[in-house]
């Protein structure tokens, strides 16, 4: 959901929030989460491998509702195994249940919403 915000949230959620790390491969370091979070808005699909839990791998997708605010994510979790071995398929899954569920929300444009741009903070050197 983070990937959908505006700057003036991201900058206020960085502030006030400490990372912290679950697994060797969480991300914890600014700079390294706004690239991430600009890889989801390219997407539209959030994916993380045992960033929380290990062997865990999840699919996520933004749900809008009709004023093209987030308001949900849906997440499909699996062993990092299976998930990798129907990687494509769990993609499209995801991204598929979140467009329907914006739909039913009253959202009606292209799905995710190409009028969000990508986070700006993590461009500069001194954003971690």
Same mark, same amino acid.
């Given at each position: 959901?983070?990937?959908?915000?505006?700057?003036?949230?991201?900058?206020?959620?960085?502030?006030?929030?400490?990372?912290?790390?679950?697994?060797?491969?969480?991300?914890? $370091?600014?700079?390294?989460?706004?690239?991430?979070? $600009?890889?989801? $808005?390219?997407?539209?699909?959030?994916?993380?491998?045992?960033?929380?839990?290990?062997?865990?791998?999840?699919?996520?997708?933004?749900?809008?509702?009709?004023?093209?605010?987030?308001?949900?994510?849906?997440?499909?979790?699996?062993?990092?195994?299976?998930?990798?071995?129907?990687?494509?398929?769990?993609?499209?899954?995801?991204?598929?249940?979140?467009?329907?569920?914006?739909?039913?929300?009253?959202?009606?444009?292209?799905?995710?919403?190409?009028?969000?741009?990508?986070?700006?903070?993590? $461009?500069?050197?001194?954003?971690?």
């Amino acid at each position: 959901m983070l990937a959908y915000q505006n700057d003036a949230f991201l900058e206020t959620y960085f502030a006030e929030t400490q990372l912290r790390a679950y697994t060797d491969k969480t991300l914890v $370091r600014k700079d390294e989460i706004l690239a991430h979070l $600009r890889e989801v $808005r390219n997407s539209g699909v959030a994916e993380t491998r045992e960033e929380i839990v290990a062997g865990v791998m999840g699919f996520g997708a933004p749900i809008f509702d009709r004023n093209e605010r987030i308001l949900a994510a849906v997440l499909i979790a699996a062993p990092v195994d299976r998930a990798l071995a129907r990687r494509a398929k769990l993609i499209e899954l995801t991204r598929g249940a979140g467009s329907e569920m914006s739909q039913i929300l009253g959202y009606t444009g292209l799905y995710p919403p190409p009028t969000h741009q990508p986070p700006t903070q993590g $461009r500069d050197r001194n954003s971690n």
